[in-house]
């Protein structure tokens, strides 16, 4: 099996920053594609960004293309969620999911594997 957990969430103002990190275990050679999704109270969880395993490719939601990177280093088995200029709306909680096969995806019900999740809290 496969462990993903999430660190780096937290209280920020609006505008500002946080790194987030999800660190895998476990069986992580079946892991290709890694994703980040998130979910505000009372929402359905949303896809926010994706990467293929090499790093070459990558995909992002609308509402945070421009503004949020993902990248991965699988020396470390650790894909990381950089977000910038954060918004009251990015408030939720951020999930770390990992997929067996090769190509990216934006549903939830394409991955395979999740983390427990990392509260982001951007105040006004």
């Known amino acids: 099996q496969v462990q993903l957990v999430e660190s780096g969430g937290g209280l920020v103002q609006a505008g500002g920053s946080l790194r987030l990190s999800c660190a895998a275990s476990?069986?992580?050679?079946?892991?290709?594609?890694m994703g980040w999704f998130r979910q505000a109270p009372g929402k359905e969880r949303e896809f926010v960004a994706a990467?293929?395993?090499?790093?070459?490719?990558?995909y992002y939601a609308d509402s945070v293309k421009g503004r949020f990177t993902i990248s991965r280093d699988n020396a470390k088995n650790t894909v990381y969620l950089q977000m910038n200029s954060l918004k009251p709306e990015d408030t939720a909680v951020y999930f770390c999911?990992?997929?067996?096969?090769?190509?990216?995806?934006?549903?939830?019900?394409?991955?395979?594997?999740w983390g427990q999740g990392t509260q982001v809290t951007v105040s006004s």
């Open positions: 476990g069986r992580t050679f079946s892991i290709y594609v």
């Open positions: 990467i293929s395993w090499s790093g070459g490719s990558t």
């Open positions: 999911a990992g997929k067996r096969g090769v190509t990216l995806a934006s549903t939830s019900k394409d991955y395979d594997y």
